[in-house]
């Protein structure tokens, strides 16, 4: 994840309620042709100016040594940024950017818990906002957590809110949600399945009350096995974030198709074995050494790489209907999350960059193109 290993952000509440139901305007109802795949790209908004910030590791900006990965769009997380981003995002096909959402740490409230979240209602103030949707994750890795019930009902009204934004996300006009880890909330929730269960449904009373109506609530799982049980029962759906190969450290990276290959299996396992719908990712990269993570590290897909991992998400989920996320007929809804827009220091990068220009922008759009 991208914050070390995201205060509530300002009242919406004036927004009217009659613009809950226009906010899938743009947003393809019935899945089977090439345009109306949904298009998700995970966005961290952890690059701001102040210190310490992201950009520096040890105290020494790391953008002199990796000068590609400077994104072309804004370094920082600002209003001017975002709107530049969404214009990017949308001329390609990218239909919604999945944002981080961060709780308070375990110890309290965070220096930088504004600038953490800001994402969020930067594209709420958009004027460009009405070109694609957004939707939340709630990022539950420690030490971000929600200990008590009266945190977790707050946190669910405040998402609630972000539901009434036209531009959230809805499926069959249900918003959609993720929590980040599945097992990382089972583990906040004493691991009582039971627990997890009572959370989430408290979740959906919280919004049927704030007046959102039906939510569909995910959670992230990884790609190695396929999640099954009362743990994940309680979600409508289940994802994936970003997995690495479990190869040694080693000074030299890896080769991409190992990364492709891991959530190409992940594709096809919970096709076949899943007892929960699953919505297949892509990862775009990963490479953590600006931040001297000793993880493994994959080298960057080129044009030709990053196209045919486009292509097998595609593929994949036209052999198999009963991925994505499921709608009220019974059928699925085509999606796919990639990661991820600005994982900069990560590796993981759909945003134009000074290294990659535009070049997976301009592959989503011959993939996926609207």
């Known amino acids: 994840m991208s914050f070390l290993t995201q205060s509530p952000l300002g009242s919406i509440g004036a927004i009217a309620a009659g613009l809950l139901l226009s906010s899938c305007a743009g947003i393809p109802e019935k899945p089977g042709s090439q345009d109306q795949y949904l298009v998700g790209v995970y966005y961290f908004a952890g690059w701001w100016r102040e210190q310490p910030n992201k950009w520096t590791t040890g105290g020494i900006d790391w953008r002199a040594e990796y000068p590609g990965r400077v994104p072309l769009l804004g370094e920082y997380n600002e209003q001017e940024t975002m709107d530049r981003e969404i214009i990017a995002a949308s001329d390609h096909g990218v239909d919604f950017f999945q944002i981080l959402w961060y709780s308070e740490t375990d110890t309290g409230r965070y220096e930088f818990q504004d600038r953490l979240n800001g994402a969020v209602e930067q594209f709420m103030k958009s004027p460009n906002n009405v070109r694609m949707s957004f939707t939340v994750e709630f990022v539950n890795h420690p030490p971000f957590i929600l200990k008590t019930g009266a945190q977790w009902d707050a946190a669910c009204r405040q998402w609630c809110g972000y539901m009434k934004h036209p531009r959230y996300l809805r499926v069959d006009g249900r918003p959609v949600f993720k929590i980040h880890g599945a097992h990382h909330f089972y583990n906040q929730c004493d691991q009582d399945a039971a627990a997890v269960a009572s959370r989430i449904s408290r979740f959906r009373e ?25 743990i994940v029962a309680p979600y409508d759906f289940l994802t994936i974030y970003n997995w690495i190969p479990p190869h040694p450290p080693r000074a030299e990276p890896y080769p991409f198709k190992d990364m492709l290959d891991m959530a190409r299996n992940s594709w096809a396992e919970y096709a076949r074995k899943g007892d929960r719908p699953f919505v297949p990712y892509v990862p775009s990269g990963w490479d953590p050494r600006p931040w001297k993570d000793p993880r493994p590290s994959f080298v960057l897909p080129d044009r030709e790489q990053w196209r045919e991992a486009l292509t097998s998400i595609q593929r994949t989920l036209d052999e198999f209907p009963q991925l994505g996320v499921p709608r009220q007929d019974g059928s699925r809804q085509q999606m796919l999350l990639i990661y991820a827009w600005n994982e900069f220091g990560e590796g993981g990068m759909v945003a134009p960059t000074r290294g990659e220009g535009y070049m997976k922008l301009e592959a989503i759009k011959e993939v996926f193109g609207k």
């Open 206 to 230: 919280i919004a049927r009350q704030e007046g959102v109506g039906e939510i569909l609530i995910s959670s992230g799982v990884g790609a190695e096995g396929v999640a099954t049980g009362p």
